[in-house]
């Protein structure tokens, strides 16, 4: 059985869609940090619980940002770390 290293860099997603098998690798073998930007607060949701699933990842920090004024739109960047 070989062993891997963990990863220590930052891994940036910027998609609207994080796929089921991605997010289980992620949640089960994590970087030290991951960052993760959306512009969906419903996919952030559904995203951000798939990968505390395991419990390996924690949210260190969640920020939003208005680069459309005066629309609802609102962009997130959500960083985990490796817990």
Avoid at 8 to 22: F, H, K, N, T, Y
Avoid at 35 to 47: A, T
């Amino acid at each position: 059985m070989s062993r891997r290293a963990p990863t220590s860099s930052s891994w940036i997603r910027r998609a609207r869609v994080l796929d089921e098998p991605l997010a289980q690798h992620l949640a089960a073998q994590p970087p030290q940090r991951l960052l993760y930007v959306s512009c969906d607060l419903g996919s952030l949701l559904r995203d951000v619980g798939r990968l505390l699933a395991h419990g390996r990842l924690r949210l260190a920090a969640l920020s939003a940002f208005n680069l459309m004024p005066y629309t609802q739109h609102v962009e997130t960047l959500a960083r985990f770390e490796r817990s």
